[in-house]
């Protein structure tokens, strides 16, 4: 039981962290999206993407914090019954992932762009690790463990190119082998991984076609293509072993 008292203080914690962070961007004069505006750049999303992501992720997130709450069965007295292995095992990568997102906003507000690229650097490269390293195989017990996961890392990328355009001041449109580059990047990931991660690169190449234009934005279209069949044909052959655990 005490691991699952230290999961619910990591996980409640740094979410409400990240959480006051991104209100802060939100409300701050000058806020997040005037950050985004001034500071557009060759791997830039539509900033209204981010927002809606982070959206989704709150429903995700929340849902997975409270199975450390709700017992299975109703089961109050037996600790076994509160969370699974994979839960307890991801949440200090979970609360990193939060204080990491939470720093990258304050200085991204502050742009300081080099010290917010660090950060979502340190968040992905947790993010991945627990998706493709520490987590195992997602099945119905710890499928909720993976969505949280896998949404954190999928964003991740997202933030890791974004940023890393801004601070290296990469303005577009990239060079023939830059987009070369992208599309293989984006497609290897969306084909060889786990559906919920494949969808997460078919919303962040949607996310960069809203933002870019011109035929680096059309190149992005037949990208968004090719993975969105990926994604489809993943999630129609998607079975997952099993109880249900929801």
């Not at 008292?5 to 000058?30: D, H």
């Not at 997460?200 to 990208?223: E, I």
Request: include cysteine; aromatic fraction near 14%.
């Amino acid at each position: 039981m005490q691991e699952v008292k230290r999961a619910r203080v990591l996980t409640v914690g740094s979410w409400i962290v990240n959480f006051g962070a991104q209100l802060y961007g939100m409300l701050a004069e000058p806020n997040m999206k005037d950050i985004a505006d001034a500071n557009h750049y060759a791997f830039s999303p539509n900033p209204m993407f981010i927002g809606g992501f982070f959206s989704l992720q709150v429903v995700i997130q929340l849902t997975w914090i409270s199975k450390l709450f709700r017992p299975k069965d109703g089961r109050k007295d037996d600790p076994t019954a509160y969370a699974e292995p994979a839960q307890l095992s991801y949440a200090p990568i979970y609360a990193l992932g939060n204080i990491c997102i939470a720093g990258w906003m304050i200085f991204w507000n502050n742009e300081n762009f080099v010290m917010s690229q660090a950060l979502v650097t340190l968040n992905t490269l947790s993010q991945l690790y627990a998706v493709f390293v520490l987590l195992p195989p997602m099945t119905k017990d710890n499928v909720w463990t993976h969505l949280t996961a896998q949404t954190f890392a999928g964003i991740g990328i997202l933030d890791l190119v974004d940023n890393g355009a801004v601070a290296l001041r990469y303005a577009g449109p990239p060079g023939t082998a830059v987009q070369v580059i992208t599309g293989i990047t984006f497609g290897l990931m969306a084909l060889l991984t786990n559906p919920i991660f494949s969808a997460c690169m078919l919303y962040n190449l949607v996310a960069l076609y809203y933002g870019q234009s011109d035929v680096w934005g059309k190149n992005l279209g037949w990208m968004i293509g090719a993975t969105g069949i990926v994604v489809f044909f993943k999630f129609l052959t998607l079975r997952l072993p099993g109880t249900v655990s929801l």
